[in-house]
């Protein structure tokens, strides 16, 4: 049996203690052949400064020992949590059976009598040093294992919570398909059933300048389709608009470029015409992505009726020039601009001569084809940009002269007369003529802040009193 320690382990240190100067010495000996590290301590309160200062790995402790015996010092070590472990062999001249027994309840890990053997005391110090190994060994073992464990349980837990966080993951994806696909039908839905056409359109950039080139088409619903008169597969994904908006009016792309370009939403009317369609539409097109949206509605019929209206508000229905109420807008619009530029702006109003006995004669059906043709004639006299002529009563009408003074005005009534003349209007029952004839009267004005347009139609109405009172068929100008 080897008893020798193993070289590559550090043979561990020992501690005799004894208060037999001899005993140390031998034992010393012995165990410093071995290859042992020895200290020694001659009672037992110079080892517990001993150990205090530099823990043994082995204590040899001798029991007899005056002051304070072996048990004493054992007693002490082992409430001490700093030398507890180390392990102590008694070693003793007591043979009685009690003396083993305390010194190992209270701690002693052997026990040798003396007298010794040399090969007893370095067996079973070899075998100590064994079982100190060997639970050290074990105390690393177990505690390399219970890290092992306690990382494996950190694994499970952090693998169960990213488990955890896996599926919350899966459910709010399930959620947010099932909005999306909620969203997709309800847009498909809105897109197939809108009376609007409704398209979004995507930026075609130059990758060099980022310089818009065209859209291209990412959505289209049918009416689209059918206004375009074009198949909707056709149109998606295709880059058309630069194209089709040339078509309708140049401008369009640059205002659609812009609409992207600075966010601010586009509102128009458009009115667009191909081979075989035509018609207004109104659009609203607001910033979507890189790219915009548009709405598109037919406007056609609302637009025919807002022309016929506006026609409509403007003409007098029998003879088809315009009505009372836009002399007055005119005449104030014109009023103003002439203020502003100090020319003169006259009025002629005349009248047909004994009307009232034309339509008892004639009946009122000649009476109305009479008032047109007057109406026509005098229109005929006066049609020059910025004149304007207006039935302005029964058989009464008004004429706007732009920029005319009063002899110039004069003049253009002399040629209403003579116009009239020449219509060759048979009037049995007027008192003046054989014919139809008209009675004038003539203001004009230089627009000032003291005088008005009431001012001017005033003086033109008084110079028509005038003229009937002269006799009708007649040109009286105003007297100032
Ligand atoms: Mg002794």
Not at 337 to 343: G, P, S
Not at 402 to 408: A, F, I
Request: proline share 3%; charged share 25%.
């Amino acid at each position: 049996m080897n008893i020798r320690p193993n070289k590559k382990q550090q043979p561990g240190g020992i501690l005799i203690i004894d208060d037999k100067l001899e005993n140390l010495k031998v034992l010393s000996e012995i165990l410093k052949q071995q290859g042992y590290k020895v200290r020694q301590a001659i009672n037992g309160i110079s080892a517990l400064r001993a150990i205090q200062s530099s823990p043994p790995d082995l204590i040899l402790l001798d029991i007899k020992m005056p002051e304070m015996d072996g048990y004493e010092v054992c007693q002490k070590l082992k409430q001490d949590s700093q030398t507890q472990e180390i392990p102590i062999i008694f070693i003793s001249a007591l043979n009685e059976v009690w003396d083993k027994v305390r010194a190992f309840q209270l701690g002693g890990v052997d026990y040798i009598n003396k007298p010794f053997q040399v090969e007893e005391v370095i067996a079973r110090i070899e075998t100590q040093f064994i079982i100190q190994r060997q639970k050290k060994q074990l105390q690393a073992e177990i505690e390399y294992r219970q890290a092992q464990e306690e990382r494996l349980k950190e694994e499970i837990q952090h693998r169960l919570a990213k488990e955890e966080q896996l599926q919350e993951e899966i459910q709010r994806r399930k959620e947010t398909e099932e909005i999306l696909y909620q969203s997709r039908a309800l847009i498909q839905s809105v897109l197939n059933t809108s009376m609007d056409g409704i398209a979004a359109f995507q930026s075609i950039r130059n990758t060099m300048t980022g310089k818009i080139m065209d859209f291209r088409c990412l959505v289209v619903n049918p009416i689209i389709g059918q206004i375009l008169k074009q198949d909707r597969s056709k149109l998606m994904g295709k880059v058309i608009l630069k194209r089709l908006l040339k078509k309708i009016d140049s401008s369009l792309f640059e205002k659609f470029v812009n609409l992207v370009e600075t966010g601010t939403p586009l509102i128009d009317d458009i009115f667009y015409h191909s081979d075989d369609t035509q018609g207004w539409y109104h659009f609203i097109a607001v910033r979507l992505g890189d790219g915009f949206s548009i709405a598109i509605r037919d406007i056609t019929d609302r637009k025919k009726i807002e022309l016929d209206l506006s026609r409509w508000a403007k003409l007098d229905g029998l003879t088809q020039i315009a009505n009372r109420h836009y002399f007055e807008d005119f005449l104030n619009q014109e009023w103003q601009r002439h203020l502003q530029e100090q020319k003169p702006i006259s009025l002629i109003l005349c009248d047909v001569d004994y009307f009232k006995a034309y339509n008892d004669t004639y009946g009122h059906l000649e009476g109305d084809d009479c008032l047109k043709k007057v109406a026509q004639a005098i229109d005929q006299v006066i049609q020059r940009p910025g004149n304007l002529l207006a039935r302005y009563g029964g058989e009464e009408f008004v004429i706007i002269l732009t920029q005319t003074n009063l002899l110039e005005a004069g003049q253009i009534a002399t040629d209403i007369q003579t116009s009239i003349r020449i219509l060759n209007i048979p009037h049995s029952q007027s008192q003046v003529s054989e014919l139809l004839t008209l009675s004038f009267g003539i203001s004009s004005l230089i627009p000032t802040k003291e005088n008005s347009t009431f001012i001017l139609i005033k003086s033109a109405d008084q110079a028509l009193y005038q003229a009937k009172q002269q006799g009708r068929n007649c040109i009286v100008t105003q007297v100032d």
